[in-house]
Each structure stands twice: as structure tokens, then as C-alpha cells.
């Protein structure tokens, strides 16, 4: 496995062992042993699992407050996804910043969210399944959203007019979002 840390402190770029051949192939997609040597030392309760049957399928901003904030470790299972991950720590050097990654069913690749960072994907094509762990469980009462087009954010999507929920569709910007994560350095 190797683990690629990334601009944003915390988050990280996960490509694990891959073993294939004619049959097919075998991964490894979760040890706690080997994500704790690389730093990722999270007790994960849940995994959820999502399908976006259209291409164009936008989820997100999402994150929890305190003390319901989630960490995710996230992977495509079938299909694509442009991944994008703001900080929104209040007072981190990368506050309001963001990355964006192509995870997709064939190159495997997995991504670790902790918490202090808002999370969403738009799909790139059809029938895509996404897979994430996460350390808390959903809470209504703290569940929370950034827009996914807030101009001070300036994010690349690959898209202009996504195909999103009720919800989604009404998120605030950063500058007006609930939020109690404080940067720890």
C-alpha cells in the first residue's frame, strides 16, 4: 500500500497492493494494522454505500459537526468519480482550500477524509457505486453542507449543471456554513 500525503493536512491518498492476473485480481481494501502504520489509526463503525445511476450525479459538500464529525475512507467499487475535499478548519493555513481526485473502480485508489474537511463527488459516468468507512455514525441533528459552487471556493468541477438533491441544492456558502472544527495544528 502506499499512502501520499496531499496538500491538505490530514488527507490522504491511499493506492493499494493490487495482485492480478488472468482471473482477475485481489486487493487488500482494509487492514487496520496497515492504515495504522501510515498514520490512519481511526476505529471505523459503518460503511455506507451509494449508487449514482446518471452520470453527473453531484453529493456533497457534507460534514458533521462536533462531537458527530466523521472521518471517511472512501473507494469507487464500480464506475468513476471527481472527489472533492475542502478544509474547514477555522484558523489552518489551508482553511478554505481544496483538492480534487479522480477515483475510479480501475485504478483503485481510496481516499481518507478526516474530520474538518467538507466531502462530495460528482459521478463521470453511469451506474457508479462508492464505498466509505466512517468513525462516527450519522447524525440529523449535526449533519451539515457547503454549495457545491460557492464562488469563493472556486472549484474545478468537471460539470456546470449537476444533477443534485433537494438538499444539496440549498447548502450555503463557507462563509455563512454552521462550523466548529478549530484548526490543532
Request: hydrophobic share 40%.
Amino acid at each position: 500500500m502506499k499512502v501520499t500525503a496531499t496538500k491538505l493536512p490530514g488527507l490522504k491518498l491511499i493506492d493499494p497492493a493490487v495482485f492480478g492476473d488472468h482471473r482477475g485480481f485481489f486487493m487488500e481494501s482494509y487492514s487496520w494494522r496497515e492504515f495504522a502504520d501510515n498514520g490512519i489509526d481511526r476505529t471505523f463503525i459503518q460503511d455506507n454505500h451509494s449508487l449514482s445511476v446518471e452520470a453527473g450525479v453531484l453529493r456533497g459538500l457534507h460534514y458533521q459537526l462536533n462531537p458527530k464529525a466523521q472521518s471517511k475512507l472512501l473507494r469507487v467499487a464500480s464506475g468513476a468519480i471527481y472527489d472533492v475535499v475542502v478544509d474547514i478548519r477555522r484558523g489552518s493555513p489551508t482553511f478554505g482550500q481544496w483538492e480534487g481526485f479522480i477515483i475510479t473502480s480501475s485504478n483503485k485508489r481510496q481516499l481518507f477524509v478526516p474530520q474538518g474537511f467538507a466531502h462530495g463527488f460528482c459521478t463521470l459516468v453511469p451506474n457508479t457505486e462508492v464505498l466509505y468507512k466512517v468513525d462516527e455514525y450519522y447524525s440529523p441533528e449535526n449533519d451539515r453542507g457547503i454549495a457545491w459552487n460557492d464562488p469563493a471556493l472556486c472549484i474545478e468541477w468537471p460539470l456546470h449543471q449537476p444533477i443534485l438533491s433537494d438538499k444539496d441544492a440549498e447548502h450555503p456558502v463557507l462563509a455563512d456554513a454552521e462550523n466548529n472544527f478549530v484548526y490543532e495544528g
